[in-house]
């Protein structure tokens, strides 16, 4: 190759320069270096690429009609409600919108509202109008929702109030809305960012999901109106509030024109190209169905939609930028609707500049009223350009809902929401007669939104490479892991305890294995990806790999789960790589058991569930709960069953319980003796 490249540069440099440049191009712009400090990073990054490209590539075919598109489209809504948290969608209850006091300016006036998305769920907002409207008079609407700029107790829609002042003075009611995380009560946008809150992967809760939600319930504000035009309403906003303009745009059909400012990019910036680093928790939902990220976007479709950009900004490169573009055009042209999509591209980083301004006014003017003029003000814009609240047109103190800290409702469930917003499933047990016929609901579900990923029956591990006592075995394509056992093992051992080990046991035989341990048995230690020798970087923040699993479709620990069953299929063949001692081969028949303690005893258990091959399944103190930040996290599957009851249904294959209190495993009990196998489970201190 390089000779090739030596011989064509001599010919042609103006060819080589070209060449160059277009390789160059396909690499993306990445959000700083790979990491490299640990021996497993090269391994996971190149998985997590090569599972981005495969769910990336999966966009085309595209329907070849409206009528097929529109077909797809409900079950894509269905699957979109569900990544955001909104499966089954909350009950659109009374808003209690309040008007707290309002400003009056030189042609327009600004309410101070709050209403309750859900009830206790506060939502602060300016409302933005003409200082006069006339009788019966309907006006076209903007929903803004505001990006990551941190004005305090103020609000960040403080820092937008430009834009609402030139909507209301061009004829216009703009409803300018505080997020969950800046807003005047300040929640959380970072749990799994940097406050270690993986529980909201196994909860399926995001915070995209309450902005997209609190977006809904602010249109369902504007229609009630008797001065809004329903028929004519917009959304907007940048960075964040670019991100939220999708998630709303796709969600609820009475958005009429959407115009996200730097809110998107793909997977492959994101995952491959580690873009993922630079951004918060609200701009992701959890990819369980494993979509080209593109599908979000065209959602919208074929509703005006004009997207976005600096050519500059380094959390939503232009190589992404170049990609979803070119896919919103083809979707758009199914519809004939080519003219309804276009794309802007402003010059520099990221912030929002008066060339970005007067787009995407000049878009809600063409769609909304029909009015394709060039928007010629020059009112001054605020955002990306000063943090110094003297030159804002309103004092910020002044646009506040709740006026003091004394005026904030103690009632307010914002800086909890995240342990309410998505319910946790409670399914109801099944007696004798129903058991087998609601073991198959709830599997089908756990196949469904938590395993969705798995195929019908995991492969055995293949046997990369094996060293005396040691063996590194490939579960997946480009993810290793290994197994190894002590040197001192039975005379033709009669069955295999294979021991799940956490990272902090890496390499260790815990104490606790010999009281387990069988007479006549053998037994090997298994480290699933990312434990001992395949252990990757970690850094909090960002997160990068437990966060990158998710927009792909799962977890670091449902990877475990596949990594330990894949085990189990190998060392129980009759093709088993390990435990020919002293000439001595083990029993023809032997068995595996797996076993393991705290959350390496539930990637046991889970495992179990894909492996007929288990003969029992030995918990040691294990978590009850997938709330608690110690246990394997798992994508939605608090949405399906917690801990006992999908310890349930691995009945009939023995189950022991060390060191744990008997009442939080319940449900497993009655879900034992409701199967017919209640001598099948037993309890050990």
Known sequence: MGNLVRVRRLANPGWVLLVLLAAKISLGQAYGEPDRGEPGDEMIQKYLREETARIESSFEPLPASPAEWQAKRDAWLAEYYYMLGLSPLPERTELHVTITGTYRGDGFEVDMLHFQSRPRLYVTGNLYRPSHIEPGQRLPAVLYVCGHSNRGRDGNKTAYQSHGIWFAK???????????????????????????????????????????????????????????????????????????????????????VA???????????????????????????????????????????????????????????????????????????????????????????????????????????????????????????????????????????????????????????????????????????????????????????????????????????????????????????????????????????????????????AGQRPPWVDAVRQSGQAVAFCEPRGIGNTRWTRKNPPNYVERSCALVGRTVDTGRVWDVASAVKLLASEDRPIFATGGQQPDPSWKVHVAGRGAAALLAA????????????????????????AAPQLLNILRVADVPVVLGLLAPTPLTFRGVKQEEFHPTRRLYESAGFADRLSWSN
């Open 170 to 256: 061009h004829g216009y009611l703009c409803l300018m809305l505080d997020t969950l995380q800046l807003g005047e009560i300040a929640a959380y946008h970072h749990g799994t960012y940097n406050l270690g809150r993986f529980w909201w992967h196994s909860r399926g809760y995001t915070p995209a999901g309450v902005e997209a939600w609190n977006g809904m319930r602010a249109i369902d504000y504007l229609t009630s109106r008797p001065d809004v035009d329903p028929k004519r309403i917009a959304v907007t906003g940048i960075s964040g509030g670019g991100a939220a303009t999708f998630w709303i745009a796709a969600a609820d059909p009475r958005i009429a």
């Open 259 to 505: 115009v996200p400012v730097s809110g998107m990019s793909d997977l492959e910036s994101y995952v491959s190209n580690r873009v993922i680093n630079g951004h918060c928790d609200c701009m992701f939902l959890y990819n369980t169905f494993r979509w080209p990220w593109a599908r979000i976007a065209a959602l919208v479709a074929p509703r005006p939609l004009l997207f976005v950009n600096s050519d500059q900004d380094r959390i939503f490169p232009m190589d992404g930028n170049e990609r979803l573009i070119a896919r919103l055009e083809r979707v758009y042209s199914i519809f004939g609707a080519g003219d309804r999509v276009d794309a802007v591209v402003s010059i520099g980083g990221h912030a929002y500049r008066k060339d970005i301004r007067q787009a995407a006014f000049r878009f809600i003017n063409l769609w909304l009223k029909g009015d394709p003029r060039e928007v010629a003000d020059s009112e001054l814009d605020l955002v990306g350009d000063s943090r110094d609240p003297s030159t804002y047109p309103i004092p910020p103190q002044r646009l506040r809902v709740f006026p003091t800290d004394a005026d904030l409702p103690s009632d307010q469930l914002n800086t909890k929401i995240d342990e309410l917003f998505v319910p946790i499933a409670a399914p109801e047990l099944p007696t004798t007669q129903q058991y087998d016929e609601w073991a198959e609901q709830i599997e089908d579900e756990l196949r469904r939104v938590v395993f969705g990923y798995f195929p019908d029956e995991i492969p055995a591990a293949r046997l990369v490479a094996k060293h005396e006592t040691r063996l590194r075995l490939a579960s997946e394509p480009n993810i290793e892991f290994e197994v190894w056992w002590p040197a001192e093992q039975p005379e033709a051992p009669n069955s295999l305890l294979l021991v799940v080990l956490n990272a902090d046991e």
């Open 606 to 629: 889970y495992a179990a569930l894909w492996s007929d091959e288990v003969a029992s399944v030995t918990l040691v103190e294990p978590p009850y709960t997938h709330m608690d930040p």
